[in-house]
């Protein structure tokens, strides 16, 4: 059935989940209802351009790019090279997503308590010294 509104699809997942009921449905990543229920991603075929239309494959996953204006990496060149080592998962966004829909903290909030959570990606996006500076302001 067509639920209509993402409101209403995650609803019905929640619903179902609360009381143990199966449930099958389309859901993207990263999301917050990713981040708060156990959910078991179905596989399917592997994503074709020739046959997707027909429903015969799975969506194709999609890249993600961080740009910029031409001006940007002379203005700000320490930011480029943090954005240049930044990564990270649907996994660990979905899991921000619902920390903020479950506590309706504000986002600077939420992006503290990621940080504080996973401060391991500190090492992986910024230099030693960097990192040691961003964990002692946390």
């Given at each position: 059935?067509?639920?209509?509104s993402?409101?209403?699809?995650?609803?019905?997942?929640?619903?179902?989940?609360?009381?143990?009921?199966?449930?099958?449905?389309?859901?993207?990543?990263?999301s917050?209802?990713?981040?708060?229920?156990?959910?078991?991603?179905?596989?399917?075929?592997?994503?074709?351009?020739?046959?997707?239309?027909?429903?015969?494959?799975?969506?194709?996953?999609?890249?993600?790019?961080?740009?910029?204006?031409?001006?940007?990496?002379?203005?700000?060149?320490?930011?480029?090279?943090?954005?240049?080592?930044?990564?990270?998962?649907?996994?660990?966004?979905?899991?921000?997503?619902?920390?903020?829909?479950e506590?309706?903290?504000?986002?600077?909030?939420?992006?503290?308590?990621?940080?504080?959570?996973?401060?391991?990606?500190?090492?992986?996006?910024?230099?030693?010294?960097?990192?040691a500076?961003?964990?002692?302001?946390?």
């Open positions: 059935m067509r639920v209509g993402e409101g209403i699809l995650f609803a019905s997942l929640l619903y179902a989940y609360n009381l143990g009921e199966p449930w099958v449905g389309y859901l993207y990543a990263p917050w209802i990713i981040g708060r229920v156990d959910v078991v991603m179905l596989e399917d075929e592997p994503f074709d351009p020739e046959t997707f239309r027909s429903g015969a494959t799975e969506f194709p996953s999609q890249n993600l790019v961080i740009a910029s204006s031409r001006f940007f990496p002379s203005r700000a060149p320490a930011l480029v090279e943090f954005l240049s080592n930044f990564s990270t998962t649907a996994d660990a966004v979905s899991e921000a997503l619902a920390y903020l829909e506590t309706g903290e504000s986002h600077a909030n939420v992006a503290l308590w990621f940080m504080r959570t996973h401060d391991n990606l500190l090492d992986e996006w910024l230099t030693p010294d960097r990192a500076r961003v964990r002692s302001a946390l």
